[in-house]
């Protein structure tokens, strides 16, 4: 296929939610196949980048969002934690880059950052980009004026996921809308940032869901540079952790998995797919077949957040029988 029918292809998938929904129907491998194709002339081939993610700030969130236990909504027993000092962030970013993470993503607990916490924050972006990271902070939402100092003091990436589709939406979080969402990408974008933004499978959602959830993504202006893909973890005291538990049939079986993922890089083609949240209950042949469908980016390291992860020695036992470089 040429570039420009590719374009073309891609400007009508992209937009219409029954082109998307046409995807997931395709055979199963037929699908991986394809998305596979459209990976190998977007990225490098058998190539996977590394990233780590810090809770620079941890707990004592005033939203609610339904599978977060550093919500003070509910009742997951997790303390909240002052904004570290930018001393030890620095220190764990260096730690990161010498494990061979090639992006630091800093991730707080907050609605928005308070003007009194932005000196720091800009701080810690000046000196891990010093370590020759790229950078990625997830804070909350954004004004105008905090997007532009962010993009100064040169930040990378800002992470701000839309988690679900827009109808499924206010079944997760009430405290703030999908327009607010869209709102901060927004001054992201005008402050010239990349985007990452992507959501969480396995909430009990709908594959309309899941389509509304790709569409709402893949037909912004710009689609985001990075689209990190979650399985939830079921946490005690989160409401979506509570409903889930003992219920594994109302969470995404693996097939449906890696046809999101195959999905996502099909709608995307140049985006960095990346794996997150949920990997430790992956198994090896699952993880396999979503590089095959055209995920490129794993969160490396025992934590994310304040769930457990893949470490680095299993990660790279799994990247060793399948002859895959983390070089990117």
Not at 173 to 181: G, H, M, P, V, W
Not at 281 to 302: K, P, R, V
Request: contains cysteine.
């Amino acid at each position: 296929m040429t570039a420009l029918a590719e374009r073309a292809e891609w400007a009508a998938t992209a937009h219409d939610r029954d082109a998307i929904a046409a995807l997931f129907d395709i055979p199963f491998l037929d699908l991986v196949a394809r998305a596979h194709a459209v990976h190998l002339r977007h990225h490098p081939r058998n190539a996977v980048q590394l990233s780590t993610l810090l809770s620079i700030k941890t707990g004592g969130c005033v939203e609610d969002c339904g599978y977060c236990s550093q919500s003070a909504h509910h009742k997951s027993g997790l303390k909240a934690e002052k904004l570290m000092a930018a001393d030890a962030v620095v220190a764990a970013a260096q730690a990161a880059r010498d494990g061979g993470s090639g992006r630091f993503c800093m991730g707080a607990a907050w609605r928005e950052p308070k003007e009194r916490d932005m000196p720091a924050l800009l701080d810690m972006v000046r000196r891990v980009k010093a370590l020759g990271l790229e950078t990625c902070m997830t804070l909350g939402m954004l004004t105008d004026d905090q997007a532009e100092r962010l993009a100064d003091a040169g930040l990378d990436y800002y992470n701000h996921n839309i988690d679900t589709s827009p109808e499924n939406y206010g079944s997760v979080i009430t405290t703030r809308t999908f327009q607010d969402r869209l709102d901060t990408l927004d001054r992201v974008r005008a402050a010239g940032m990349s985007v990452c933004c992507g959501g969480i499978l396995g909430m009990g959602e709908s594959r309309a869901d899941r389509i509304g959830f790709l569409h709402a993504l893949a037909s912004l202006p710009t689609p985001p540079e990075s689209v990190p893909l979650n399985a939830l973890v079921p946490i005690a005291g989160t409401p979506l952790g509570d409903m889930l538990a003992g219920t594994p049939m109302a969470r995404i079986d693996e097939i449906e998995f890696v046809r999101t993922v195959a999905v996502a890089r099909i709608l995307m083609p140049q985006s960095m797919v990346r794996l997150s949240a949920g990997r430790e209950s992956m198994s090896e042949s699952m993880q396999a077949l979503c590089f095959m469908a055209g995920a490129n980016s794993i969160f490396t390291g025992d934590r994310l957040l304040t769930t457990g992860n893949n470490g680095s020695d299993a990660d790279a036992g799994l990247f060793a029988k399948l002859g895959i470089s983390t070089d990117l």
